[in-house]
């Protein structure tokens, strides 16, 4: 089995049942100009992004790690006309790309991109009293995963749904002797949702395009 078959297998899916999509190809174009990293969301993995929100029905939103607004537009998607998006990112460039993306995929009027380090805007969103969120999509700086599933929690309610990306990468997330702080910092947000009582959680492992890594689900119970 080779990279090469995993990136065909997605190339099918993408091509069966996610189709063309002119904002979202606009948008990783948009990316490539301004130099952004192709750290986006798969196609396959955008949608289920969008059907997972979909399924929770969700009304506002929280995004932690915009990059362009690929996953963003994705979840935006998901929300009714009077929904709200709040994602934040940490790099100003990233950020202006993001709010041209969502601008042209017509979502500009329910999603709102911060631009800042997200523990320092996180408390803001909760003294303006932004919460609570129904999906919270958090991919930023893996360091902080801890952190950010804590804030997640403070801003969530009942059946708030968490999702939490790149918590495999290429397996070494077992490696309990790493000293990379983004493998600490998942780890350190795997052994908070054990511990949790208010999360029923599960880890997918996911190959394809990105290679070998994998998400978080979690629901507030
Ligand atoms: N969710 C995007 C990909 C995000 S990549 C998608 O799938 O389309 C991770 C992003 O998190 C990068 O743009 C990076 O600049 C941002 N980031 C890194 N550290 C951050 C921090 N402390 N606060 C907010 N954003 C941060
Ligand atoms: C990478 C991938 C991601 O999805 C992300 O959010 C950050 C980094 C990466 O492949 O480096
Ligand atoms: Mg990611």
Known sequence: MSRSQWSE???????TLVGSDPALEAALAANAAAGLPSIDVSPAQGKMLTLLARMARARKALEIGTLGGYSTICIARALPRDGRLLTIEAVAKHADVARANIARAGLG???????????????????????????VFIDADKTNNANYLTWALRLSRLRTVIIVDNVVRDGRIVDASSRDPDVTGTRRMFEMM????????TAIQTVGDKGWDGFVLAIVK
């Open 9 to 15: 297998v997605d190339s099918y899916f993408a091509k």
């Open 194 to 201: 054990a511990r949790e009582p208010r999360l029923q959680a």
């Open 109 to 135: 009027d329910r999603v709102e991109v911060r631009a800042g380090a997200a523990l320092d805007i996180l408390p803001k969103i909760e003294a303006e009293g932004l919460g609570p969120f129904d999906f």
